[in-house]
């Protein structure tokens, strides 16, 4: 099925609407949700992760932000929102499951793929276990602690271990800098910043 999006220009300003493809192609700006799950670990944060499946076009088999998505020409952010939940993780959410947390405004260029994105921030405060489903898109999910994810990025460890959330068999995953999907360090930084705001963790 076609994917049709909406642009915009560099102020926001809706100027028509294009092929998934194409927008990524010409590196127009579009609109995307992005959902992180965080839950408290103490004084700081779990983050969860998504597992990219192996068969993505981009990125796969990297960890990557809870659930995300595009959002569809003239389809409302948060109900588009919803729907990559439910794609994703098999999640039924109400709007009143997600917390908004404004825009963040990525601008990622790779040869042959623009990504020009307003990401819709939102965020769950995860406060029991959740009967997560995933769809094809997903192989795994995990949590990791906020502060430790931070120092990976950062250079000054060179591993770090998550907690399954799926698979309870497993006792940790063990992730490098190479597994994580390549945003900036100011977007995660944002993420945990609004993370430990949204879970009034303020020892940082």
């Known amino acids: 099925m076609a994917e049709w999006l909406t642009i915009f220009d560099t102020e926001g300003n809706k100027i028509g609407k294009k092929l998934r493809d194409d927008v990524h192609r010409d590196g127009d700006w579009h609109e995307t949700f992005h959902c992180w799950f965080v839950e408290k670990d103490n004084e700081d944060i ?21 659930s995300a998505g595009h959002i569809m020409h003239d389809e409302d952010v948060r109900i588009g929102g919803l729907r990559e939940v439910k794609e994703e993780l098999g999640l039924s959410f109400q709007a009143t499951d997600l917390e908004y947390k404004g825009i963040f405004k990525i601008n990622h260029e790779i040869p042959h793929f623009i990504d ?30 906020a502060t430790s994810f931070l120092q990976l990025l950062k250079g000054e460890i060179s591993s770090t271990t998550g907690i399954p959330v799926l698979n309870k068999s497993t006792k940790s ?3 490098t800098f190479e597994d994580i999907y390549p945003y900036e360090l100011e977007y995660y930084e944002f993420v945990v910043e609004k993370g430990r705001d949204m879970l009034k963790i303020n020892n940082f």
């Open 46 to 66: 779990f983050l969860h992760f998504q597992l990219r499946a192996k068969n993505k076009k981009d990125f796969p088999g990297k960890w990557d932000i809870t």
């Open 116 to 145: 020009r994105e307003m990401c819709h921030m939102y965020f769950h405060a995860v406060t029991k276990p959740l009967p997560f489903a995933p769809g094809d898109e997903v192989e795994d999910v995990m949590k990791v602690n």
């Open 173 to 175: 995953i063990t992730i």
